[in-house]
Every structure is written in C-alpha cells, then in structure tokens.
C-alpha cells in the first residue's frame, strides 16, 4: 500500500512536490516583496505592460504562425508521423523567440556602447543566438527522429 495515498487523494501529488510548490512560492514571493518595496509602480507597470503585450501582440503571432505551419504541413501528399510533431518546432521556436524577446538590443545591435561593462562587443550577439537557434531546432530534430524510429520499430513488430 502507497504511504502517501491518503495525501495524494487531499493533494494530488506527493509531498515532496507541495514541498517544492510552496518553496518556490517561498522565493517567488520574496522577490516581488523586495522589488515592490523599491520600485512599486514600475513593477507594477510592468507586469501590466507584459500581459497587454503578449494577448495583444504574441498569442495573435505564435498562434497564426502555429495554424500557418500546420496548414502547410496538412496539405502535403506524404502521411504525417505517427508521433506528436509539432511541438519539436514549438518548443525550440518559442526559445529562439524567448532569447531574441530578451537580447534583443543586443542582437539588433541597438544597445548603447555596452563593450565596457563587458568587454564584449554587440557583433557576437547575432551569430550566438543564430548559433543557439540552430542548435535548438537540431537537437529537436533528432530527438522527432529517434521518436519516428522507435514508433516505426514498434509497428513492425
């Protein structure tokens, strides 16, 4: 008999994982008490700013671009994979997003001059988060690959 099964049925999980959930509850809350206790309206406009920028500017973007290739790939001739394929371009997409979202100035080269605080220039900005990308959307590829691998072993036996 599971030790645990009468907390599961009150929680749903394990009390390690509440444990987790309330510690980073724990940080979480922390950092906002701190950031709010030095700058309460820029916090505060910030958050505003980001859940108006990303209803009315990204949904609409990542899911046209979502419906775009799931159009195009619905119309081919050749049968689709039997596993889950979109999300290996989800996830590696939405990263590559995420890092450009955040280093934008940098990789557009639109930042002040910014070699002294690093002694880095903005030149190597674009070709690491071309580089990262890259290897984001590989590494996914090959993981679609050992997926269609094993699911085609798995029909032929």
């Not at 809350?29 to 910030?46: D, H, I, K, N």
């Not at 100035?105 to 002294?116: H, N, Q, T, V």
């Not at 070709?127 to 984001?136: D, H, K, N, P």
Request: aromatic letters at 10%.
């Amino acid at each position: 008999m599971d030790r645990r099964a009468p907390f599961a049925r009150w929680y749903g999980a394990g009390p390690l994982h509440l444990l987790a959930l309330l510690a980073s509850f724990a940080l979480a809350g922390f950092a906002v008490q701190r950031l709010v206790a030095v700058r309460p309206l820029a916090v505060v406009l910030w958050f505003v700013g980001a859940a108006v920028a990303h209803d009315l500017v990204l949904l609409p973007l990542y899911s046209l671009a979502d419906l775009s290739v799931r159009s195009v790939l619905r119309h081919r001739p050749v049968p689709t994979p039997t596993v889950a394929w979109i999300n290996h371009l989800r996830v590696p997409a939405f990263l590559s997003g995420l890092l450009l979202l955040v280093w934008f100035p940098l990789i557009l080269g639109l930042s002040e001059p910014y070699e002294g605080a690093t002694g880095l220039s903005e030149g190597v900005y674009l070709g690491r988060w071309l580089a990262i990308t890259g290897v984001l959307f590989g590494a996914s590829a090959v993981a679609l690959a050992f997926k269609l691998r094993r699911a085609r072993r798995g029909r032929a036996r």
